[in-house]
Nanobody, 130 residues
Framework: QVQLAESGGGLVQAGGSLRLSCTTS????????MGWFRQAPGEEREFVAA??????????YYADSMKGRCTISRDNAKNTVYLQMNSLKPEDTAVYFC?????????????????????WGQGTQVTVSS
């Protein structure tokens, strides 16, 4: 059974940075598409970024709201995926979830769909103060 564990969340001032980590156990993360989602109180879960190790060429995808402010990367040797977030805003406050998909995704928009991901972490809280 694949398990995902996020870490790195916390309280940061607006304009600051955080790096979230997600470590995979019970499976090899390099065989999965790895994604980050977030959910603010009272809001639906929304896509942040994804990385598809199995795709040549462009293999990272970002939500428009985070494009230019975050970078997703992975260390396959450590079974870990990272989300570096910069220039954080109060509206970035949310619980951030790591997710893994074993599916072969074809359409770009598929990377942003929560239901294509098979495994989820418990989430890590990110709070950005103004």
């Amino acid at each position: 059974q694949v398990q995902l564990a996020e870490s790195g969340g916390g309280l940061v001032q607006a304009g600051g940075s955080l790096r979230l980590s997600c470590t995979t156990s019970g499976g090899t993360s390099s065989t999965y598409t790895m994604g980050w989602f977030r959910q603010a109180p009272g809001e639906e879960r929304e896509f942040v970024a994804a990385h598809d190790n199995r795709r040549s060429g462009t293999n990272t995808y970002y939500a428009d709201s985070m494009k230019g402010r975050c970078t997703i990367s992975r260390d396959n040797a450590k079974n870990t995926v990272y989300l570096q977030m910069n220039s954080l805003k109060p509206e970035d406050t949310a619980v951030y979830f790591c997710a893994a998909s074993a599916k072969i995704l074809v359409k770009l928009e598929d990377y942003g769909l929560a239901y294509v991901y098979d495994y989820w972490g418990q989430g890590t809280q990110v709070t950005v103060s103004s």
